[in-house]
């Protein structure tokens, strides 16, 4: 059987006409392009005429119609060209149309002298008229293509050569893996490829950059674009691995590749002025290979002005700042596979199939899921576990979590191997401790030299990591996979002489039996993953021989219970005074080591540990440069002098009664929380000279009754389940920046001072659970800030109308105020309210009137909890569809009389008589049934024009039934 394309190309033309001139000279320029051209001169011996021009036609990529004066004269030019247009729908085969001493117009209308040689062959087709349709819609479908025009003024030659360059482009083009139908294991290309492609096309890409971690498929992208385009430049040169040839000092032989192969003058030595000025003449498309240095651009390139108009280079690299620093036009990161992509390709790399077999998909996907979509990954450990067994794939797999494959990590690791000391540090620290923590944490941790922000830039550069839209730093598997097999190379059979630990087992290892060193830099522990044991002794000296230890967290999974213990029955001699981060979840000892002194201490957080008090007799570190957290250290009752850098102390729920002076002279403190310290006493009126305080959090404070004297800057203040009675009115006006206020639970609290609209930065009060507060301070000034308004189960019993000075509200939720009796009708004025909460206010017994012009907002309304007698008359033409909070009981309603309510939805339930027990008079008389028709209703109407729904239901417990009718309804 022949191939499915045995020619590249099939000339159509009228012999007599082209056969001798055009046509033999295109025969032989695309012969000369290594093309395989059909003609019907090499027509093979003994072939029926018409059924080989068919299959020739089927077998080509492309084909060429020469159009001239007598081509419309033979009907078999005129059944090719039909069978050619077919070939075309339905195979997508190429047309290209060359008007050969004919214009376009001629053969679309068949007129001129194309026409009469037409009308000619009409004469004896006249009885076939099915035929002489095909071809005139042939002749017009052909004239409308793309094509090349060829007047008799126009010189051959030049018109030859820009008709072949078109020809081989095109070909270019679909015979690119990208296109073809064979991939040849290109999977998940042609997007990509497309993507790029339609960057290389605009004019202002001269030079691309093509950028992303080793083994992602950046030389394949930049290779499948090098075939499908180079047949559109007249210079064309891949230079490979470019930088593993710079190592090896072949810098001159890459430049001679370069030009030699740019002018077509492979073995020649190129390189000189000459050469500079001829290639600034031609269009060229270059490819440079893994670049890591802009010294190889600007040796092998250098003054991009020389590249003349059209000229193209991609280069290929896994730094982005030297793709910044050489001034390239646009830079593309190279994408990981997603999961069906990565799935195909391992599968055709493993099975040389496109699916796995069914017994082997599990196996499969903890494959997919150790690459991660690197398509190196996929392509080297599908090939090894080729033919193997299950039992040989589990073994594999459970040597990688061990063992990487050296394969795939000597690729990685290039990257590595071109960092600078300090940067190598920080890329290990990341791998090791940091990956998925927030950048800000771990720069205050690691920053001792106020170099970590351009670490991390030549990090993110090098696709070593890459930051979050969240802003926290990750990296792909492999790459931490690579950098934890570094640091276990530093000593593969004794964990105490590696730079960090991370394992439990290692952990435990060095801790239990001391073999701890100089070298130890880092330990994070977490005490969930040790198992087998509920509590670990450990010596008094466990930590004297790690003097060089930067960072030490011991620490749990909060969502696991379950976890070993550490103890200190000898107590602690020493911790290393190199600390720059200490956080010891149960640490188990009263104090401190009374030697540890740290010079460089950033964070100091002992949760939940036995520590009772900290302070000078201890010699507590006198510089902590950013936080200390005492959070849920019950038996913590001092805590004494103090000093530093310090932004954020906690002592939440500890049994501090009070805090040292010290703290108040805190100059840089930003959050206090003190939450449920339940015997801290009421604060001094020192606290104001914190000048920086930012944060203060006070909630389950039992034992504070005033409000505290605060330093005018506090934006947040929490005093949630206080017993704060009152509030002056000089509180307010000392605090013009604060944005959050929440005294929500405060069950003593009676009043709040007018002086409240004072609080002109206020965004968020939040009073619900005051159920003592009986009413809403007079609003006397405009607040414009306000949004957020929370009087949910307080005692209030009405709203005053000053509440129409809350200009910038959106949400005021008086949900279960059970005194509320009345709202003022001016809250309908307030035009930014967007949510106005009543549910299951027993006492009220109106709303509020709707003004001329509506109201604009949201009511959530609990008609089973509420005492509504009228409901009144609310006009047309409002805005918004309001909701119905159905939720409770259906029982004990009072009859409601309705008016009309447009773009408003309520349920109306009722035990007793429906016929008493609602009055619509104003309803329309047309009557649509919802889609469900649930046997216990009586009454269904829906008022078409205005949106609302009226249901009335016998029994009263039917909720969720006339919930899902609505929903049906809305549906329909």
């Given at each position: 059987?022949a191939p499915k394309n045995k020619y590249d190309v099939f000339i159509c033309f009228r012999g007599e006409d082209t056969r001798c001139n055009f046509t033999s000279h295109l025969h032989k320029?695309?012969?000369?392009?290594?093309?395989?051209?059909?003609?019907?001169?090499?027509?093979?011996?003994?072939?029926?005429?018409?059924?080989?021009?068919?299959?020739?036609?089927?077998?080509?990529?492309?084909?060429?119609?020469?159009?001239?004066?007598?081509?419309?004269?033979?009907?078999?030019?005129?059944?090719?060209?039909?069978?050619?247009?077919?070939?075309?729908?339905?195979?997508?085969?190429?047309?290209?149309?060359?008007?050969?001493?004919?214009?376009?117009?001629?053969?679309?209308?068949?007129?001129?002298?194309?026409?009469?040689?037409?009308?000619?062959?009409?004469?004896?087709?006249?009885?076939?008229?099915?035929?002489?349709?095909?071809?005139?819609?042939?002749?017009?479908?052909?004239?409308?293509?793309?094509?090349?025009?060829?007047?008799?003024?126009?010189?051959?030659?030049?018109?030859?050569?820009?008709?072949?360059?078109?020809?081989?482009?095109?070909?270019?083009?679909?015979?690119?893996?990208?296109?073809?139908?064979?991939?040849?294991?290109?999977?998940?290309?042609?997007?990509?490829?497309?993507?790029?492609?339609?960057?290389?096309?605009?004019?202002?890409?001269?030079?691309?950059?093509?950028?992303?971690?080793?083994?992602?498929?950046?030389?394949?992208?930049?290779?499948?674009?090098?075939?499908?385009?180079?047949?559109?430049?007249?210079?064309?040169?891949?230079?490979?691995?470019?930088?593993?040839?710079?190592?090896?000092?072949?810098?001159?032989?890459?430049?001679?590749?370069?030009?030699?192969?740019?002018?077509?003058?492979?073995?020649?030595?190129?390189?000189?002025?000459?050469?500079?000025?001829?290639?600034?003449?031609?269009?060229?498309?270059?490819?440079?290979?893994?670049?890591?240095?802009?010294?190889?651009?600007?040796?092998?390139?250098?003054?991009?002005?020389?590249?003349?108009?059209?000229?193209?280079?991609?280069?290929?690299?896994?730094?982005?700042?030297?793709?910044?620093?050489?001034?390239?036009?646009?830079?593309?990161?190279?994408?990981?596979?997603?999961?069906?992509?990565?799935?195909?390709?391992?599968?055709?790399?493993?099975?040389?199939?496109?699916?796995?077999?069914?017994?082997?998909?599990?196996?499969?996907?903890?494959?997919?899921?150790?690459?991660?979509?690197?398509?190196?990954?996929?392509?080297?450990?599908?090939?090894?576990?080729?033919?193997?067994?299950?039992?040989?794939?589990?073994?594999?797999?459970?040597?990688?979590?061990?063992?990487?494959?050296?394969?795939?990590?000597?690729?990685?690791?290039?990257?590595?191997?071109?960092?600078?000391?300090?940067?190598?540090?920080?890329?290990?620290?990341?791998?090791?401790?940091?990956?998925?923590?927030?950048?800000?944490?771990?720069?205050?941790?690691?920053?001792?030299?106020?170099?970590?922000?351009?670490?991390?830039?030549?990090?993110?550069?090098?696709?070593?990591?890459?930051?979050?839209?969240?802003?926290?730093?990750?990296?792909?598997?492999?790459?931490?996979?690579?950098?934890?097999?570094?640091?276990?190379?530093?000593?593969?059979?004794?964990?105490?002489?590696?730079?960090?630990?991370?394992?439990?087992?290692?952990?435990?290892?060095?801790?239990?039996?001391?073999?701890?060193?100089?070298?130890?830099?880092?330990?994070?522990?977490?005490?969930?993953?040790?198992?087998?044991?509920?509590?670990?002794?450990?010596?008094?000296?466990?930590?004297?021989?790690?003097?060089?230890?930067?960072?030490?967290?011991?620490?749990?999974?909060?969502?696991?219970?379950?976890?070993?213990?550490?103890?200190?029955?000898?107590?602690?001699?020493?911790?290393?005074?190199?600390?720059?981060?200490?956080?010891?979840?149960?640490?188990?000892?009263?104090?401190?080591?009374?030697?540890?002194?740290?010079?460089?201490?950033?964070?100091?957080?002992?949760?939940?540990?036995?520590?009772?008090?900290?302070?000078?007799?201890?010699?507590?570190?006198?510089?902590?440069?950013?936080?200390?957290?005492?959070?849920?250290?019950?038996?913590?009752?001092?805590?004494?002098?103090?000093?530093?850098?310090?932004?954020?102390?906690?002592?939440?729920?500890?049994?501090?009664?009070?805090?040292?002076?010290?703290?108040?002279?805190?100059?840089?403190?930003?959050?206090?929380?003190?939450?449920?310290?339940?015997?801290?006493?009421?604060?001094?009126?020192?606290?104001?000279?914190?000048?920086?305080?930012?944060?203060?959090?006070?909630?389950?404070?039992?034992?504070?009754?005033?409000?505290?004297?605060?330093?005018?800057?506090?934006?947040?203040?929490?005093l949630t389940l206080t017993k704060i009675k009152q509030v002056s009115v000089s509180s307010f006006e000392c605090l013009p920046y604060l944005e959050e206020l929440h005294l929500n639970n405060?069950?003593?609290?009676?009043?709040?001072?007018?002086?409240?609209?004072?609080?002109?930065?206020?965004?968020?009060?939040?009073?619900?659970?005051?159920?003592?507060?009986?009413?809403?301070?007079?609003?006397?000034?405009?607040?414009?800030?306000?949004?957020?308004?929370?009087?949910?189960?307080?005692?209030?019993?009405?709203?005053?109308?000053?509440?129409?000075?809350?200009?910038?509200?959106?949400?005021?939720?008086?949900?279960?105020?059970?005194?509320?009796?009345?709202?003022?009708?001016?809250?309908?004025?307030?035009?930014?309210?967007?949510?106005?909460?009543?549910?299951?206010?027993?006492?009220?017994?109106?709303?509020?009137?709707?003004?001329?012009?509506?109201?604009?907002?949201?009511?959530?309304?609990?008609?089973?909890?509420?005492?509504?007698?009228?409901?009144?008359?609310?006009?047309?033409?409002?805005?918004?569809?309001?909701?119905?909070?159905?939720?409770?009981?259906?029982?004990?309603?009072?009859?409601?009389?309705?008016?009309?309510?447009?773009?408003?939805?309520?349920?109306?339930?009722?035990?007793?008589?429906?016929?008493?027990?609602?009055?619509?008079?104003?309803?329309?008389?047309?009557?649509?049934?919802?889609?469900?028709?649930?046997?216990?209703?009586?009454?269904?109407?829906?008022?078409?024009?205005?949106?609302?729904?009226?249901?009335?239901?016998?029994?009263?417990?039917?909720?969720?039934?006339?919930?899902?009718?609505?929903?049906?309804?809305?549906?329909?």
């Amino acid at each position: 059987m022949a191939p499915k394309n045995k020619y590249d190309v099939f000339i159509c033309f009228r012999g007599e006409d082209t056969r001798c001139n055009f046509t033999s000279h295109l025969h032989k320029a695309l012969s000369n392009n290594s093309l395989q051209v059909y003609m019907d001169e090499r027509l093979e011996r003994g072939d029926e005429i018409s059924s080989a021009l068919l299959k020739a036609i089927e077998d080509s990529k492309l084909s060429v119609i020469v159009f001239s004066e007598n081509y419309a004269s033979s009907r078999w030019c005129l059944d090719e060209l039909v069978h050619i247009l077919r070939c075309k729908e339905r195979d997508e085969q190429i047309v290209v149309p060359i008007f050969y001493h004919v214009s376009p117009c001629d053969v679309r209308k068949q007129l001129g002298h194309f026409g009469v040689v037409f009308g000619e062959l009409e004469k004896w087709f006249k009885n076939n008229s099915d035929r002489l349709t095909q071809w005139r819609t042939a002749l017009t479908s052909a004239a409308n293509l793309s094509g090349w025009d060829a007047p008799t003024t126009r010189c051959e030659s030049e018109l030859i050569e820009k008709i072949v360059k078109d020809i081989l482009k095109k070909l270019n083009f679909i015979m690119s893996p990208s296109n073809s139908d064979d991939l040849n294991g290109l999977v998940g290309i042609k997007r990509r490829v497309e993507y790029l492609e339609s960057l290389l096309l605009l004019d202002a890409n001269k030079i691309v950059g093509i950028w992303g971690m080793g083994g992602i498929g950046k030389t394949t992208l930049a290779s499948v674009l090098f075939n499908r385009f180079c047949g559109g430049f007249e210079g064309q040169c891949f230079l490979e691995n470019v930088r593993e040839e710079w190592q090896k000092h072949n810098m001159l032989k890459l430049r001679k590749k370069l030009y030699a192969e740019l002018l077509k003058e492979k073995g020649q030595d190129v390189v000189n002025i000459f050469a500079k000025e001829r290639l600034c003449r031609i269009k060229v498309l270059i490819v440079l290979d893994d670049l890591d240095d802009v010294e190889q651009f600007e040796y092998l390139v250098g003054d991009r002005d020389w590249l003349s108009h059209g000229s193209r280079v991609i280069i290929t690299t896994r730094d982005k700042q030297m793709l910044k620093n050489i001034g390239v036009d646009w830079i593309y990161m190279a994408e990981q596979l997603d999961e069906d992509e990565a799935l195909q390709l391992f599968t055709s790399n493993a099975f040389k199939r496109d699916v796995p077999p069914s017994s082997y998909m599990e196996l499969s996907k903890a494959v997919m899921n150790y690459a991660s979509g690197i398509p190196l990954a996929l392509k080297v450990l599908g090939s090894h576990l080729y033919s193997k067994s299950k039992e040989e794939w589990n073994s594999a797999l459970k040597k990688l979590k061990v063992y990487p494959n050296k394969k795939i990590q000597n690729t990685l690791r290039i990257s590595y191997d071109g960092l600078d000391d300090k940067e190598k540090d920080v890329f290990l620290d990341i791998a090791c401790f940091f990956k998925g923590k927030f950048i800000k944490f771990v720069a205050r941790l690691l920053d001792d030299d106020c170099m970590f922000a351009d670490v991390v830039r030549v990090l993110v550069d090098k696709s070593i990591i890459i930051v979050t839209p969240y802003e926290k730093l990750w990296m792909h598997d492999l790459i931490q996979e690579m950098g934890l097999e570094i640091v276990r190379q530093d000593c593969m059979k004794e964990p105490g002489r590696r730079s960090r630990l991370w394992t439990s087992d290692d952990i435990c290892h060095v801790l239990q039996n001391n073999t701890g060193s100089s070298k130890v830099e880092g330990i994070f522990l977490n005490l969930c993953e040790i198992r087998g044991k509920n509590m670990m002794k450990l010596k008094s000296t466990v930590f004297r021989k790690m003097y060089n230890l930067r960072l030490l967290e011991i620490s749990r999974d909060f969502e696991q219970m379950e976890m070993c213990k550490l103890q200190l029955p000898q107590g602690l001699d020493t911790l290393p005074n190199s600390l720059r981060y200490l956080n010891w979840l149960d640490y188990p000892l009263k104090s401190l080591p009374s030697t540890f002194m740290p010079q460089h201490l950033v964070e100091l957080n002992m949760p939940f540990s036995q520590l009772e008090k900290l302070g000078e007799e201890l010699q507590f570190p006198r510089v902590i440069d950013y936080s200390v957290s005492m959070f849920g250290c019950s038996n913590l009752k001092v805590l004494s002098h103090i000093s530093g850098n310090i932004k954020y102390i906690c002592l939440h729920s500890t049994a501090v009664e009070e805090l040292h002076p010290s703290i108040w002279s805190l100059q840089n403190l930003s959050i206090l929380d003190l939450s449920y310290c339940k015997s801290l006493k009421n604060l001094p009126k020192i606290m104001i000279q914190l000048k920086s305080l930012d944060h203060l959090d006070l909630e389950g404070c039992l034992s504070i009754d005033s409000f505290p004297e605060l330093p005018k800057d506090l934006r947040f203040l929490k005093l949630t389940l206080t017993k704060i009675k009152q509030v002056s009115v000089s509180s307010f006006e000392c605090l013009p920046y604060l944005e959050e206020l929440h005294l929500n639970n405060c069950t003593r609290l009676e009043s709040l001072p007018t002086s409240i609209c004072k609080l002109k930065s206020l965004v968020v009060l939040n009073l619900s659970g005051c159920t003592e507060l009986k009413s809403f301070p007079e609003i006397f000034e405009p607040m414009e800030c306000l949004k957020d308004l929370s009087l949910d189960g307080t005692g209030i019993i009405k709203l005053h109308s000053s509440i129409e000075k809350l200009i910038g509200l959106h949400w005021l939720f008086l949900r279960d105020c059970k005194n509320l009796e009345f709202v003022p009708n001016n809250i309908f004025n307030m035009s930014g309210l967007e949510w106005l909460s009543l549910s299951k206010c027993s006492k009220l017994e109106s709303l509020p009137t709707v003004s001329s012009v509506g109201f604009h907002f949201k009511i959530e309304i609990d008609l089973t909890h509420n005492s509504l007698l009228k409901l009144f008359d609310w006009i047309y033409g409002l805005s918004s569809i309001p909701m119905l909070d159905s939720c409770g009981s259906m029982s004990d309603m009072r009859p409601v009389s309705i008016e009309p309510l447009s773009n408003m939805i309520f349920f109306m339930l009722d035990k007793g008589d429906t016929e008493k027990a609602v009055d619509v008079p104003s309803f329309t008389d047309c009557f649509i049934s919802c889609r469900c028709k649930p046997s216990t209703y009586v009454i269904e109407k829906k008022l078409v024009c205005s949106q609302t729904f009226f249901v009335a239901a016998q029994d009263g417990t039917l909720r969720s039934t006339i919930s899902w009718c609505l929903s049906s309804c809305f549906s329909s």
